[in-house]
T-cell receptor
Framework: AQSVSQHNHHVILSEAASLELGCNYS??????LFWYVQYPGQHLQLLLK????DPLVKGIKGFEAEFIKSKFSFNLRKPSVQWSDTAEYFC?????????????WGAGTKLIIKP | DTGVSQNPRHKITKRGQNVTFRCDPI?????LYWYRQTLGQGPEFLTY????????KSRLLSDRFSAERPKGSFSTLEIQRTEQGDSAMYLC???????????FGSGTRLTVV
């Protein structure tokens, strides 16, 4: 079955630490990949996306993600986190074979940054 | 345009009652999606409209759930005979061009007591 896995459900870091959140998917065909962020009490916001081209994509607020096709991965990174990055992060995938462009979501990773 | 709007923000209802939620998408977006999100989980797909046509429904959407988008603009999601297991955040998202991703509303949090 098609699925998206986020390995860490909870991550706690100190400010200025580096961040990497894992995301793996199980689709065999061409995929479009997304990271969404949900700050406490707010709606889901698009952080970054990958469709084609350079596998290293840069998003808002200093985040970036690297698509590694051979590993079916799209890990999210940030060199130095801030307290304001405390949020829940979701990886999501669209299979280009799905004409309805339905997003398939990971379970999310709750990130807590200690000041 | 202020984005995707959902009403109400919160709804508390007694088990067995019917509830209806509304979603106003971004005006030029022809695709509209409903998702459900429970604590500790990613959003689960419920249903999808392209303009006024409902093109896909999840198996999660039992016959107690119905969604409409009568004029291809706003959409409503109705849950009949609510159960405690229906308690969740109901999210609406819209899109015109998937290359730009989806825009989500703030959601309607349903609590069935």
């Amino acid at each position: 079955a098609q699925s998206v896995s986020q390995h860490n459900h909870h991550v706690i870091l100190s400010e200025a630490a580096s961040l990497e959140l894992g995301c793996n998917y199980s689709y065999g065909g061409t995929v479009n990949l997304f990271w969404y962020v949900q700050y406490p009490g707010q709606h889901l916001q698009l952080l970054l996306k990958y469709f084609s081209g350079d596998p290293l994509v840069k998003g808002i607020k200093g985040f970036e993600a690297e698509f590694i096709k051979s590993k079916f991965s799209f890990n999210l990174r940030k060199p130095s986190v801030q307290w304001s990055d405390t949020a829940e992060y979701f990886c999501a995938v669209i299979s280009t074979m799905d004409s309805n462009y339905q997003l398939i979501w990971g379970a999310g990773t709750k990130l807590i940054i200690k000041p | 345009d202020t984005g995707v709007s959902q009403n109400p923000r919160h709804k508390i209802t007694k088990r067995g009652q019917n509830v209806t939620f509304r979603c106003d998408p971004i005006s030029e977006h022809n695709r509209l999606y409903w998702y459900r999100q429970t604590l500790g989980q990613g959003p689960e797909f419920l249903t999808y409209f392209q303009n006024e046509a409902q093109l896909e429904k999840s198996r999660l959407l039992s016959d107690r759930f119905s969604a409409e988008r009568p004029k291809g603009s706003f959409s409503t999601l109705e849950i009949q005979r609510t159960e405690q297991g229906d308690s969740a955040m109901y999210l609406c998202a819209s899109s015109f061009d998937i290359l730009r991703g989806y825009t989500f509303g703030s959601g309607t949090r349903l609590t069935v007591v």
